[in-house]
């Protein structure tokens, strides 16, 4: 069988039951971010989707660290 689409094909053939972490869209303090959850209230950075260059020299901003939401 032949399978065309536009999607991975490691998208496509994965298992929707196996689910990876939660991954959310936020704004914190006026900060629009990408963040992994953890429970608890709190998120892990990913990136920054904030267009104010001063929060990407914020050390509090920088991905990995944490935030409580």
Sequence with gaps: MI??????????????SEQGPEIREVDVGG?????????GGQGRILRLLSTDPGHYL???YQPGSRVRL
């Design 31 to 39: 900060v629009s971010m990408v963040v992994e959850m953890e429970g």
């Design 3 to 16: 399978y065309y689409s536009v999607i991975p094909m490691e998208a496509a053939l994965t298992d929707p």
């Design 58 to 60: 914020d050390p509090r």
